[in-house]
Every structure is written in structure tokens, then in C-alpha cells.
């Protein structure tokens, strides 16, 4: 039946999406800071359903006959996130609050949605799970259930990601205290340090 593809695809993408990982903890500081949330969300969504797509039509395959783009991606992945590191590592030394009298200086939306693609697209790991290991899942539903199947799978990014980003905002009051901010950004750093060096050790290996 054509609902089990569906189904099996936003059961699978949940599971993959649903973990603590560079580009969730970006879209929760966001979402908590309510700074240009519709901008990384739409990104982040975006180009999920662009990965995902091209696992489905079969670039997965591809992909994978060619290793030395997994390597340069994970390269440039872990610098990125590196960087990334060394900038919340710095926000957590110097906590801030949550108050209209002493806000945190804003982003812009251009840096927003720019870190938003650098931890999408420079992320190996998006292309490991979204182009060949759900290509290789939807592969096994068949000529017209692997599209089914991809659907669901797009919808669970969709209600992840907008979940995530705007359902932040409900944490507000409790990161209005700076020892809160600490806390996340110190989690942040260490997140990303790890993520880091999960990238690199593959290639120095």
C-alpha cells in the first residue's frame, strides 16, 4: 500500500534528524534568541529536502563512487566547526541575558543564513545520511514507493525543523539568566569541538 513508503520515510527520517548535532544546536540558539528563525529554518529545511531528493533519484550511488568529496567536505566540515567552536567556547566565558534593556548584539540575516548553509553543506555526515543511507532505504520501495517513501521523509524535516526553531522560543524566560547561556554555549563548543575531530580522524587515519 502506498501509505506504508510514506509512513516508513518519516519514521526513518525522524530517527536521523532527531539528534544533537551541529545544525540543531544552531537553529535552537536561534530559535531561543528569535533572531531570523523563518530564514535558518527555511534553509535548513530547504536544502534537507534537496539531499534528500537527490538520494531518492539515485545520486547516492554516485556519491559514494566518489570518496575524495566525502574527504574534502569532512576537511572543510571540521574547520568550519571549529571556528564555530572557538566563538561559543568565547560566548560561554562571557555569558549574556535575555532582556530588552541588555540584549545580546543581533545578527544579521545574511550571517544567519550563511552559517545556516556552512553547517548544512559542509557537513558530511547530511550527505552520509541523507543522500546514501536514505537513497539506499528508498532504493528498496520501488520505482514510485522510493518518491513516497522521500515525501515522508521530507516531512519529517519540515516538522522537525520548525518545531525546533520555533518552538524554542518557550525556553526564553529560562535563558533570560546568563548562567543558562553559559550552560548551552559550553554544550555548544564541546559539541562542535567533537564533531570536529569526528570528521578529521577519517582522514588522518
Known amino acids: 500500500m502506498t501509505f506504508l513508503p510514506f509512513v516508513s520515510g518519516l519514521a526513518t527520517g525522524l530517527s536521523l534528524i532527531i539528534a544533537i548535532g551541529a545544525q540543531n544546536a544552531f537553529l535552537l540558539r536561534q530559535g531561543i534568541r528569535r533572531e531570523h528563525v523563518g530564514t535558518a529554518v527555511a534553509i535548513c529545511l530547504l536544502s534537507d529536502a534537496v539531499l534528500i531528493l537527490a538520494g531518492v533519484a539515485g545520486f547516492g550511488a554516485l556519491l559514494a563512487a566518489a570518496p575524495w568529496f566525502i574527504s574534502v567536505a569532512r576537511i572543510g566540515g571540521a574547520g568550519f566547526l571549529l571556528v564555530y567552536a572557538f566563538f561559543a567556547a568565547k560566548r560561554a566565558l562571557r555569558p549574556s541575558r535575555l532582556e530588552a534593556t541588555t540584549a545580546p548584539r543581533a545578527t544579521t540575516r545574511r550571517a544567519t543564513a550563511l552559517t545556516a548553509l556552512a553547517l548544512t553543506w559542509l557537513n558530511p555526515h547530511v550527505y552520509l545520511d541523507t543522500v546514501i543511507l536514505l537513497g539506499s532505504v528508498a532504493a528498496a520501495q520501488g520505482d514510485i514507493g522510493r518518491w513516497i517513501f522521500g515525501a515522508g521523509a521530507i516531512l519529517a524535516s519540515a516538522l522537525w525543523f520548525v ?42 587515519a
Do not use: H
Open 163 to 204: 518545531g525546533l526553531g520555533f518552538g524554542a522560543r518557550y525556553l526564553r524566560a529560562f535563558f533570560a539568566n546568563p548562567k543558562s547561556w553559559r550552560v548551552l554555549d559550553a554544550v555548544i563548543a564541546v559539541l562542535m569541538l567533537a564533531l570536529a575531530l569526528s570528521l578529521l580522524l577519517p582522514v588522518l
